[in-house]
Nanobody
């Protein structure tokens, strides 16, 4: 069981910056990747950025060069620094954590935060 709590969402003007954080608690020892998804009204949830424990990252093409994901393992916290924000970045951003399966035949565990609203005005 993992609990994820996001913070840092809010309203920002286009071109501005915003930083999100996600603090993990509970059974965090086996988490091997954390990242961010977002979902705008009427649209599917999409991957924004992900960071594996080994340091590899994955970004959506739409945010490459503008967003940066990082993690502080000591604090069990993952961050998303969002720069040069655009109105199309507006969405609810969800923190996600993943753990490998404990047993054969069981899928990986996924944990989700409550979401934090990011609104970018023009």
């Amino acid at each position: 069981q993992v609990q994820l709590v996001e913070s840092g969402g809010g309203l920002v003007q286009a071109g501005g910056s915003l930083g999100l954080s996600c603090a993990a608690s509970g059974s965090i020892a086996r988490i091997n990747a954390m990242g961010w998804y977002r979902q705008a009204p009427g649209k599917q949830r999409e991957l924004v950025a992900f960071l594996a424990n080994g340091g590899s990252t994955n970004y959506a093409d739409s945010v490459k060069g503008r967003f940066t994901i990082s993690r502080d393992n000591a604090k069990n916290t993952v961050y998303l620094q969002m720069n040069s924000l655009k109105p199309e970045d507006s969405a609810v951003y969800y923190c996600n954590a993943r753990s490998p399966p404990l047993y054969v035949g069981v899928g990986p565990s996924n944990y989700w935060g409550r979401g934090t609203q990011v609104t970018v005005s023009s």
